[in-house]
């Protein structure tokens, strides 16, 4: 089946080198308080403590990505990508089970799980929780959904007393990680949800349910944080920790005199269940690296019109992530995308129009670097894209706009500064 061209075959260092120097600029004003100017002789001595702490950007992105699909027997296609991005450590984990075993043959189990502070507590979640959900004997094909959304709900508890006691016995680092995750039913799919990783489903084309983060901030949980002698400052726990619920974090959970669910971080999800249906299309599981970078409605319509010019998931998620990237995520991105039978499928019309676009912007790339040399100046690829991103260009994809085509306007660009550069009379 033809699809749309592929974003890895085409070769990006320098773009990269030259867009990654914009990015440099604003990560060192937001989060190094600008440049720093070197230290003259006797000054060394001015730097505070926090000057010496190693920044959690990297200098330049780290964009390799990892990326492995499936699929199951009951018409669940996945694939699944991620990235460490600027973080100076990759701290995301994920787990895909199209298909889990005996009873439960027809069931399926995917989640995220977005590390902070190390990654000790979402690898092992990412390894363990499903086997503390089912151990609560609540998951069976023959339970009550309000069961089983309990089953799921004690587990989490479960696996959050053991792995504090095992912090306690092997000095684990002092990490936490939120979790977003679904259970996949024949007749029911349950949204899972602990931190501010979320989750979303498509059907017919429009978000029909999405988990709502848990932030400090929210009047639910800043009640909870107060309860139990803490407060919110600067939108976070005690001024440290940007979400009010995860797994592990268990500096925040040594409120004695509070039970589990209400110390200053909850390790309790939330749980819901909807009914599935003939129109559902397929679910995003996405850490914020993601959402951070996009919206709800953007990145449904995004991924929905994708999967009419590209039959390979894998590489539909590297594309979300490279969006994410140039939109100015600066976290680990990981994201996982479930296709139900439903989903849309490759269309010839959808690849016309795809082809149509790419040639519009091909034409528009050599105008644009014909008007900049007119004027003998060098045509800069940055100022390329500005201009074309204020070009009217109705087919863009919905959602990602001008930067989700950065691989065309890029292939466009080298090509005619090639032709230029060939044309230039060698100097002697």
């Known amino acids: 089946m033809r699809t749309a061209r592929r974003a890895s ?3 990006v260092p320098s773009f990269l080198r030259q867009l990654v120097k914009e990015t440099e600029k604003m990560v060192t004003f937001f989060f190094k308080g600008g440049p720093k100017d070197v230290p003259g002789p006797g000054e060394e001595d001015s730097l505070d403590e926090e000057d010496l702490m190693p920044s959690p950007y990297l200098d330049h992105p780290i964009l390799e990505k990892h990326v492995s699909e499936g699929g199951s027997q009951l ?6 990508a991620s990235m460490q991005g600027w973080r100076a450590q ?27 502070a190390g990654i000790t507590v979402a690898q092992y979640c990412s390894k363990h929780l499903l086997d503390h959900i089912m151990a609560t004997g609540a998951v069976k094909a023959s339970k009550d959904p309000e069961e089983v959304k309990e089953g799921i709900r004690q587990g989490f508890l479960d696996i959050d007393c053991h792995m504090h006691k095992l912090a306690r016995q092997d000095n684990w680092d002092r990490s936490g990680t939120t979790a977003a995750a679904v259970l996949i039913s024949p007749r029911y799919v349950y949204f899972i949800n602990c931190g501010d990783s979320r989750t979303l489903l498509c059907r017919n084309g429009q978000v029909v349910f999405y988990t709502e983060d848990h932030k ?7 009640e909870r944080i107060q309860n139990a002698g803490g407060s919110v400052t600067l939108q976070r726990v005690n001024g440290s920790l940007a979400v009010s619920r995860a797994l592990g974090d268990f500096d925040f959970k040594e409120v004695d005199w509070r039970p589990q669910t209400e110390q200053l971080v909850s ?7 909807l009914e599935r249906t003939t129109e559902d299309e397929f679910l995003i599981l996405a850490c914020d690296g993601v959402w951070d970078a996009i919206g709800n409605e953007e990145l449904c319509a995004f991924v929905r019109s994708r999967l009419r010019v590209c039959d390979d998931l894998r590489e539909i998620c590297t594309q979300v992530i490279d969006l994410c990237l140039y939109k100015g995520s600066l976290d680990n991105i990981s994201i996982i995308i479930i296709c139900f039978p439903g989903a849309p499928q490759v269309s010839q019309e959808a690849l016309q129009q795809e082809a149509a676009l790419e040639q519009q912007i091909d034409m528009k790339v050599e105008e644009i670097i014909q ?3 007119s004027r003998d100046e060098d045509p800069d690829l940055l100022y390329v894209i500005k ?14 706009g001008i930067t989700s085509k950065r691989d065309c306007i890029l292939s466009a660009y080298q090509k005619y500064i090639t032709t230029v550069k060939m044309q ?3 100097v002697r």
């Open 424 to 426: 230039e009379p060698m």
């Open 387 to 400: 201009f074309l991103a204020a070009e009217e260009m109705p087919a863009l994809p919905p959602g990602g």
């Open 90 to 116: 990759m701290e995301d984990a994920h787990t895909c089970m199209p298909q889990l075993r005996g009873e439960l043959a027809e069931w399926g189990y995917f989640a995220v799980f977005d590390g902070h």
């Open 9 to 11: 075959n085409v070769e």
């Open 216 to 222: 400090p901030f929210n009047p639910r949980e800043k």
């Open 75 to 80: 018409g669940l296609n996945y694939a699944v």
């Open 371 to 373: 008007m900049i040399r």
């Open 267 to 273: 390790p309790e999800p939330e749980v819901y269940e």
